[in-house]
């Protein structure tokens, strides 16, 4: 059963749009992470979030880690085909060692 | 290499049969994860060892399912009498620390015909 849900589930967008990728649940989690699978490899951090409110950027990539620890977006600024992917968020419940995947958001960014 | 190793890389299998599916962690790495990832989905959690414990195996299926980490490096998942539902791919990722980055492998794919 998956507790965190991700919305949109499926994205196709033109080179150079902007994009929000959401990561919901009604759980508290001690940190969250962001990942970027491609197919037939296992998935790769691209950031870890661990305070409320806390906003993190990697290059065109905009992280934020909600207030109550519960949610967290992805923003994608001027997109390229390279950002395709399937993005996942995995949040670490609190008193546990183990990483709760979201349900993954496919994006196609087309040249 | 200095990544996660899984092998094999693909295996099929009669309905009923056993399987063991391998995975080598990056070497030193005190945690070592599980994860089950249907076609477009995100991973599940199937258990976590640190070192040779497994602290933790409330995401395994069924009694079928086994996973054993005796010397805190190789891990290997068993699946015993397999069913088509076990169709997937088997991520195993380990991490140096007890929280922190998952070093993924690049998976088992697993076909129960």
């Known amino acids: 059963t998956q507790l965190l849900e991700q919305s949109p589930q499926f994205l196709s967008i033109q080179e150079g749009e902007n994009l929000t990728v959401y990561c919901n649940s009604s759980?508290?989690?001690?940190?969250l992470q962001w990942y970027r699978q491609e197919p037939g490899e296992g998935p790769v951090l691209l950031v870890t979030?661990?305070?409320?409110?806390e906003v993190k950027k990697l290059k065109r990539l905009t992280f934020q880690f909600g207030d109550a620890r519960k949610d967290s977006s992805l923003h994608i600024t001027a997109a390229q085909p390279g950002d395709t992917g399937l993005y996942l968020c995995?949040?670490?419940?609190?008193?546990?060692?183990?990483?709760?995947f979201g349900t993954g958001t496919r994006l196609k960014v087309l040249a | 290499g200095a990544g996660v190793s899984q092998s094999p890389r693909y295996k099929v299998a009669k309905r009923g049969q056993d399987v063991a599916l391998r995975c080598d962690p990056i070497?030193?790495?005190?945690?070592l994860f599980w994860y089950q990832q249907a076609l477009g989905q995100g991973p599940e959690f199937l258990t976590y060892?640190?070192?040779?414990?497994?602290?933790?195996k409330s995401g395994l299926p069924s009694d079928r399912f086994f996973a054993e980490r005796p010397e805190g490096s190789v891990s290997t998942l068993k699946i015993q009498r397999t069913q088509q539902e076990d169709s997937a791919v088997y991520l195993c990722?380990?991490?140096?620390?007890?929280?922190?980055?998952?070093?993924f492998g690049e998976g088992s794919r697993l076909t129960v015909l």
């Open positions: 990722a380990s991490s140096p620390r007890q929280t922190g980055e998952l070093f």
């Open positions: 070497s030193g790495h005190v945690s």
């Open positions: 759980s508290v989690f001690s940190s």
């Open positions: 979030v661990v305070t409320g409110g």
């Open positions: 995995a949040g670490r419940p609190a008193g546990t060692y183990k990483y709760i």
């Open positions: 060892f640190q070192n040779e414990a497994q602290l933790d």
